[in-house]
């Protein structure tokens, strides 16, 4: 993709292996889940239609993704959704759906209604229901005279988006907004703060996506879920690991999400939010990258569901603050490990360190020979 395309964002690095097709791709999808226990959904982006010729993105149908569709009837992996408003010729500005042109903010409208009408498909194929995030890259680098416009026009696009006259079934496609602090070329004015899309999620009655690389360094996102989810239905997480800024490094199991998970299982929050990740790092095996990262977040969801949540309250609720601290420091040397380990071998995956044997292989025998 062209540099001046990429609407905020890159990935660093050139590993030997990039799929140059949707069949490669879905391969070395297969060969990651191959090694990460659980059930599992894809979240694909708009620009992977394989329609077979050039397509504007304001004209894909569901029969461009049909192949996708297919794949997840035979594999059993149920698809979610992302509008893609980045890598195109009408973003380069770093504007979309809230361009001062009426005709360009009119062709990522007519990107968004199709999209929402591709993941109804999708929805109908798997028989769940598809969640479709939605981010746009709009913002300035440097200061703006006029804030109120651009987020004026957001929100009036984002309306004509989500008009019920287009006649999506909203039981089938779950819609979810997503803010940013800032990006590369938006350091200074981001139009979707977190004001903005956390007042128009309310508002709309649609999901909040709170991404972990998406606030300034010193916030922590799991502070924010309990507060959200006194006032949103839902909220969805994109899982990554901010380092300094939004550069998405591949997820380990940190502190940062460890304590996101347990704020969702003491609060006993699992049905009101989606877990996706969000991370990028074209520096290494992309294959190996995918797994380690869905690993460390399968591994913090365990942590969390193992913590003595019930024990702890019970302290707190008698003022036994020294032995709180006390539970919780222990709680992180119980020998987590060996349930994580036994969970990998229920689920017919290799636990521990075993499994970099067989992306070594993979990688020696596919990715390399590409």
């Given at each position: ?10 990935a ?27 059930k599992l ?112 026009y ?5 309306d ?24 590369i070329g ?22 909040l ?30 899982v990554?690991?901010?380092?300094r800024?939004d ?62 949540t019930q ?16 539970l ?43």
């Open positions: 993709i062209n540099a001046e395309y990429m609407g905020g964002f890159m660093v690095g050139n590993f030997p292996g990039l799929p140059r097709d949707g069949t490669e791709l879905r391969a070395d999808i297969e060969k990651a889940f191959s090694q990460i226990p659980g959904r894809l979240n694909l982006h708009a620009n992977y239609s394989e329609a077979g010729f050039p397509v504007e993105r304001s004209e894909l149908q569901p029969d461009h993704f049909s192949k996708w569709m297919q794949w997840s009837k035979q594999s059993g992996v149920h698809l979610d959704f992302n509008a893609t408003y980045f890598a195109h010729s009408l973003a380069t500005d770093g504007y979309t759906l809230a361009h001062p042109d009426p005709a360009i903010r009119q062709y990522w409208v007519q990107h968004g209604i199709a999209v929402r009408k591709i993941a109804q498909a999708m929805a109908d194929n798997q028989g769940t229901p598809c969640g479709v995030n939605w981010w746009v890259p709009d913002g300035e680098k440097d200061h703006v005279a006029d804030r109120h416009t651009p987020r004026r957001l929100m009036e696009s984002y004509k988006i989500f008009d019920k006259k287009h006649g999506v079934d909203t039981s089938k496609c779950i819609d979810y907004v997503e803010s940013k602090l800032f990006g938006s350091e200074e004015f981001t139009v979707g703060s977190g004001e903005f899309y956390s007042n128009y999620a309310l508002s709309r009655g649609l999901g996506t709170l991404d972990m690389g998406h606030f300034h360094p010193t916030e922590c996102l799991y502070d924010k879920v309990s507060s959200h989810l006194l006032f949103h239905k839902r909220i969805a997480l994109h990554s690991r901010p380092i800024w550069s998405d490094h591949v997820v380990i199991f940190n502190d940062d999400i460890r304590n996101l998970f347990l704020e969702i299982a003491r609060g006993n929050l699992w049905d009101r939010v989606a877990v996706g990740l969000d991370f990028f790092d074209a520096s290494i095996n992309r294959v190996a990258a995918t797994i380690i990262g869905s690993r460390a977040c399968r591994k913090a969801i365990l942590s969390a569901f193992l913590d003595p024990k702890l309250k019970e302290l707190e609720n008698q003022g036994a603050r020294a032995q709180r601290l006390a919780m420091e222990e709680a992180r040397t119980l020998p987590f490990s060996a349930v994580w380990e036994k969970l990998c071998l229920q689920a017919n995956r290799k636990p521990g360190f075993e499994w970099v044997a067989d992306i070594d292989e993979y990688e020696k025998n596919v990715l390399r020979k590409r």
